[in-house]
Every structure is written in structure tokens, then in C-alpha cells.
């Protein structure tokens, strides 16, 4: 993910096959991680593939679920991060 939605826009608009962003650095919140997700999936992009964000958050479980629901469900940020533990 580029950091932008505009930037990605032309990333995702000049690939002729599904865009998948890749986690990037370890992030300090979890909103900073829903962001990254929700940007890319409103430039675009198809989907996400997120490592250490996931593997060593304090409830992997939790995150995979916010996760989801912004790529799959159209979750805003505010409501992923309002899912049930």
C-alpha cells in the first residue's frame, strides 16, 4: 500500500489482475492498521495479506475479524474496531 488512497488508485487501475496489499511495518494501534486496510480497499484493491499486525497482536483473533469485515462486509474503521471480543 502506497499510504494514499489516490496513489493506490493508480496502482490498482494499472494492474491487469486483483491487488492485494501486504502488511507493511509492525503499526503501534489498531486503527493505524484498519486504516492501511480500509484505504487500500477504497482505491481498489481486492484484498490483504497481513503478517506480523496479526500474528502478534494481543488478540489475533480479534484483528482478523476487523479485518474481514472491512474487506468482505464494506465495515468502516469506527465499526471494526467496535467488533465484540
Known sequence: YTG???TFKEV?????I??????????????????MVRGA????GAGASIGRNV????NPTKMVQAI???VHDGAGVEDALKLPE
Open 68 to 70: 474481514s469485515a472491512i
Open 41 to 44: 480497499i477504497d482505491a481498489g
Open 18 to 35: 486483483p491487488v492485494v496489499i501486504a502488511g507493511g511495518p509492525k503499526m503501534d494501534s489498531d486503527r493505524e492498521i484498519l486504516e
Open 55 to 58: 500474528f502478534q497482536h494481543k
Open 12 to 16: 490498482v487501475a494499472g494492474c491487469s
Open 4 to 6: 494514499s488512497v489516490e
